[in-house]
T-cell receptor, first 113, second 114 residues
Framework: NAGVTQTPKFQVLKTGQSMTLQCAQD?????MSWYRQDPGMGLRLIHY???????DQGEVPNGYNVSRSTTEDFPLRLLSAAPSQTSVYFC????????????FGDGTRLSIL | AQTVTQSQPEMSVQEAETVTLSCTYD???????LFWYKQPPSRQMILVIR??????QNATENRFSVNFQKAAKSFSLKISDSQLGDTAMYFC???????????FGDGTTLTVKP
């Protein structure tokens, strides 16, 4: 049981490039989310999903796309990378039930030059 | 929209002492859940403790306990017998009912000094 797996752990991009951050969970969790964490700050929600085929925008969705074709996977796509998207990205999943906590991946540190 | 405020960006405590981290939130809803997460330098996010809003009794997990004041919309974390391994950033988080998303505060960096 690996939990939530994020790849890659580190990535450097040039402005304008696109890429996909991968997130997979093996706990059969219905809910998955993507957050970004800027230095010294909390987590801000980018996009989230309450089940396969269902996604919704969070607090800071601009410049990012997501899809949820399976329960296990929730990839985050940067369409055209900008320096403002330099951050640490966390994927999280949780099962239904309000008391259930989020399970987080180890994060992806992304730098945009 | 819900907001979560952690008013103490940084705190420090001597080893074996007790420290309290503050968190306030704003919501007009009645069915929600509150969490404290710990983020050590390894960057992992680890659940510390959780509280259901409908429960009056404060949650406790070993050395960690909360003071949940629903009317005041306050959810503070008390760490007793602080240990060096408690050094981390602590985040307060709010979640509505069975929503798929959480709102996080900006965190409090706690340093435990030997």
């Amino acid at each position: 049981n690996a939990g939530v797996t994020q790849t890659p752990k580190f990535q450097v991009l040039k402005t304008g490039q696109s890429m996909t951050l991968q997130c997979a969970q093996d706990m059969n969790h219905e809910y998955m989310s993507w957050y970004r964490q800027d230095p010294g700050m909390g987590l801000r929600l980018i996009h989230y999903s309450v089940g396969a085929g269902i996604t919704d925008q969070g607090e800071v969705p601009n410049g990012y796309n997501v899809s949820r074709s399976t329960t296990e996977d929730f990839p985050l796509r940067l369409l055209s990378a900008a320096p403002s998207q330099t951050s640490v990205y966390f994927c999280a999943s949780r099962s239904q039930g309000g008391h259930q906590p989020q399970h987080f991946g180890d994060g992806t540190r992304l730098s945009i030059l | 929209a819900q907001t979560v405020t952690q008013s103490q960006p940084e705190m420090s405590v001597q080893e074996a002492e007790t420290v309290t981290l503050s968190c306030t939130y704003d919501t007009s809803e009645n069915n929600y859940y509150l969490f404290w997460y710990k983020q050590p330098p390894s960057r992992q996010m680890i659940l510390v403790i959780r509280q259901e809003a409908y429960k009056q009794q404060n949650a406790t997990e070993n050395r960690f306990s909360v003071n949940f004041q629903k009317a005041a919309k306050s959810f503070s974390l008390k760490i007793s017998d602080s240990q060096l391994g408690d050094t981390a950033m602590y985040f307060c988080a709010f979640m509505l009912g069975n929503a798929g998303k959480s709102t996080f505060g900006d965190g409090t960096t706690l340093t435990v000094k030997p």
